[in-house]
């Protein structure tokens, strides 16, 4: 049976905490409609709306007790039903750090409504958040089984994950410098991430050489090519036996990750992005790298992060050439990505055109050739030139501001660099904001499984079936 988890946004969490903690200081009660990620290992809950409950509205309001009106629900469950969404209810304690007897015959008697007027099989949540920060809470099943949230995680400019199982773990030695740096609570929470890579090759080898040395929990990994004798220059652990071999990225990548013997899970798909249980799979982890060059890739991949309320890390790398032997410019950038933010498109590092003219080159080249030659679409950029020396520079600077974020250890804060942007032919290393929310993407944050899936028509061919697996 799935492990059950709970993400919000930074956004959401502070309006929740705004109404939970108000300076009367009597307990208040929010309703949360959670979007879902129905996998197989792992149910998440995704917010997708905060209803604050009226203080008026309640009819006992003391600092250990609050008691409000159900029929308010009937319109929300209809919703919840309609949508396949399911309902939360979360209050607010301050220094008790468990559910009370009031909130056991509470909840005891009102899931069982919930699950009765929603008719499915998947679970409902009741969570309380504490006067720091803190949320956890638990599922109820439609068949009586109540199990504690495995994880709460939010999703901002800092990154924070609350486990069910808090214990710490014993640091071996291989884990002992980053646990000096990083201190052992991030290690072990390092350790319990679930984290996709999209691109196993310039920048996504040394990115996930970094995670699978910081020992990760698990990797998922997605590439759809082989070792080649031109790109050895660039993947980490690569030998010309391999580029004879023909042998899979992502093999490559679970060979070098397992000969550590880090204990790092991973799953690897010798694909490109564009298949329903890839999808799914990376929907169910904790953050996402994109480090591929295809513009329509890293377009699915910001909205898949959008929709799954995902934090995603994006790299380019870029070297321009003279056509005489040298070169104009080597630069590169490190976009850290919100789901209710910005994204890739409004930051203008692509256009929905070269999103269409990737989309054909892909699945239909003829077509591609014939529209190009016509002057009917824009190119799309081949292959550019790539080192190894400016690839692993921004995989560190990624990787880097992962551990930022999940151990925030800045002067200045994490909202403050959203882009990362380098040049060294120009010698410049600059970082900026986020921008105003993005129209097209900011929209399905947290909406989670829908048909077809991330309303991308081309991927609903064979969903079911890797819903099921996933």
Same mark, same amino acid.
């Given at each position: 049976m799935s492990e059950v988890s709970l993400t919000l946004t930074q956004k959401q969490h502070d309006q929740l905490h705004a109404h939970l903690f108000p300076p009367d200081g009597c307990e208040a009660v929010a309703l949360l409609l959670c979007a879902r990620r129905a996998g197989a290992q792992r149910h998440r809950l995704l917010v997708r709306r905060v209803l604050p409950i009226p203080y008026e509205s309640c009819s006992v309001r003391s600092p250990d007790r609050v008691s409000w009106p159900t029929d308010l629900l009937p319109p929300l469950l209809e919703e919840a039903a309609k949508n396949g969404w399911a309902l939360v209810k979360i209050h607010g304690h301050v220094g008790y750090s468990q559910f009370s007897e009031t909130d056991n015959a509470s909840d005891s008697a009102l899931f069982p409504s919930v699950h009765g007027w929603t008719d499915q099989n998947a679970p409902h949540a009741s969570a309380i958040m504490m006067d720091d920060g803190r949320v956890f809470g638990r599922a109820f099943w439609p068949d009586g089984r109540i199990e504690p949230l495995a994880l709460v995680n939010l999703v901002g400019p800092d990154l924070r994950f609350w486990f069910a199982n808090d214990e710490q773990i014993a640091v071996p030695d291989f884990g002992t410098r980053v646990a000096q740096s990083f201190g052992e609570g991030t290690y072990a929470l390092f350790h319990k991430l679930k984290i996709g890579v999209v691109g196993c090759s310039g920048t996504g080898s040394p990115v996930i050489e970094q995670l699978a040395r910081n020992s990760v929990g698990s990797l998922v990994v997605v590439d759809p090519d082989v070792v080649e004798t031109k790109n050895l220059n660039r993947?980490?652990?690569s030998t010309a036996a391999d580029a004879d071999e023909a042998l899979p990225k992502v093999a490559l990548v679970r060979r070098s990750v397992e000969a550590l013997g880090f204990g790092t899970r991973i799953e690897a798909f010798a694909d490109t992005l564009f298949a329903p249980e890839i999808v799914h799979s990376l929907a169910n982890c904790d953050i996402l790298f %994109?480090?591929?060059?295809?513009? #329509?890739?890293? &377009? !699915? !991949?910001?909205? @898949? *992060? *959008?929709? $799954? @309320?995902?934090? $995603? !890390? #994006? @790299?380019g790398v870029k070297i321009e050439a003279d056509g005489l032997g040298g070169v104009n410019q080597v630069c590169g950038t490190v976009h850290y990505l919100l789901p209710e933010g910005s994204s890739l498109l409004s930051r203008g590092v692509y256009t929905m055109e070269q999103v269409r003219a990737a989309g054909l080159r892909r699945t239909n080249p003829a077509a591609y050739r014939d529209l190009l030659a016509e002057g009917y679409i824009k190119g799309v950029a081949e292959d550019r030139p790539a080192v190894i020396q400016l690839n692993m520079l921004v995989a560190s600077l990624a990787v880097n501001e992962l551990m930022a974020r999940l151990h925030p250890y800045r002067i200045e804060d994490n909202g403050d660099y959203a882009a990362h942007r380098i040049s060294l032919s120009h010698g410049i290393f600059a970082h900026e904001g986020d921008g105003e929310p993005c129209a097209a993407l900011a929209r399905? *944050? %947290?909406?989670? #499984?829908? &048909?077809? !899936? @991330? #309303?991308?028509p081309e991927l609903s061919a064979g969903e079911e079936k890797a819903g099921e697996a996933n």
């Open positions: 993947i980490l652990n %994109g480090c591929m060059d295809s513009i #329509d890739g890293r &377009h !699915l !991949l910001n909205k @898949l *992060a *959008a929709f $799954y @309320l995902i934090p $995603y !890390l #994006d @790299l399905h *944050a %947290g909406r989670g #499984d829908v &048909h077809p !899936l @991330l #309303d991308w």
